[in-house]
């Protein structure tokens, strides 16, 4: 079965604006079923169908339940539709994982077979730095080729060159809903390191770090709470940021900062 170009068109389309979907496709049926094997369709967050086919109600509640939990976790799912007398000479029950296959049931009078591979598709990691320090400029060159959407955040007075960022903000102000669920940097290194703290805080982020001694974060997260901040927000800062590596340049320091974020953004997808 050949997928149509209509298909194709909106997954390059939604992949283009940034946003997130699952790609279904059967990879193997046995006897009779609806859809063969090739069949593809597209499937919104809200569990919307969108474009393309992958059969009838037999198999659609375990593919959508398939399919939330990998836009959750980001791990593709193999998911087999068998009938029960099938499950039952396999020794699994429906809704159990074994070597890394979902089984489910089939209750349609065909009785057929049909595998169905589900793909999450999701928009680049965005990784949010504020400052214009060294680091910062480190850091958003070597995200960018590793496919992070970078937004730098600093007074436009102290950037000394072009940063290589997908968006640059001048300031300390950023939206709210420009935040979301990204990785979120503090490099200020001196220059506003109170306000870019502030800031970074109020962003819904899966990581926060901030470029500087643990004495300086200290002081800071004092005067912070004096201010009203909530401690355990300011507890979940990680500082100084990235890994122990030994880190003295400030290449060096962002790749360290990079893996640490690697570390946290791919925790649990190689089980």
Same mark, same amino acid.
């Given at each position: ?11 390059? +389309? ?67 539709? +068998? ?92 939206? +709210? ?95």
């Amino acid at each position: 079965m050949t997928t149509s170009p209509e298909l194709l068109d909106l997954a390059a +389309q939604l992949k283009a604006n940034d946003e997130s979907f699952v790609l279904a496709t059967v990879v193997r049926t046995v006897s009779v079923t609806a859809a063969k094997a090739g069949a593809k369709a597209i499937i919104r967050p809200d569990g919307t169908i969108v474009a393309g086919w992958i059969g009838g109600g037999c198999a659609r509640g375990a593919v959508l339940k398939a399919a939330r939990e990998a836009l959750a976790d980001g791990v593709p799912r193999m998911v087999s539709v +068998q009938p029960d007398n099938l499950l039952a000479e396999l020794g699994v029950k429906p809704g159990e994982t074994k070597e890394g296959v979902r089984f489910a049931s089939n209750m349609c009078p065909s009785k057929g077979t049909m595998d169905i591979f589900v793909e999450p598709v999701l928009p680049h990691p965005a990784l949010v730095i504020f400052g214009a320090s060294p680091v910062a400029l480190a850091l958003a060159a070597q995200a960018r080729p590793l496919g992070y959407h970078v937004t730098l955040v600093a007074p436009a007075a102290d950037l000394i060159t072009t940063p290589e960022a997908d968006l640059v903000i001048d300031g300390f102000a950023l939206e +709210q809903q420009g935040c979301g669920s990204r990785f979120v940097v503090v490099s200020t290194q001196g220059k506003g390191d109170e306000a870019a703290l502030r800031a970074a805080l109020a962003c819904d982020a899966a990581y926060h770090a901030f470029v500087g001694s643990r004495r300086k974060m200290d002081s800071l997260r004092d005067k912070l709470i004096k201010d009203g901040i909530d401690a355990a927000l300011l507890d979940k800062v990680k500082a100084p940021a990235g890994l122990d590596l030994g880190a003295i340049t400030p290449e060096e320091i962002a790749m360290s900062i990079l893996a640490e974020i690697t570390l946290t953004r791919r925790r649990g997808q190689r089980g």
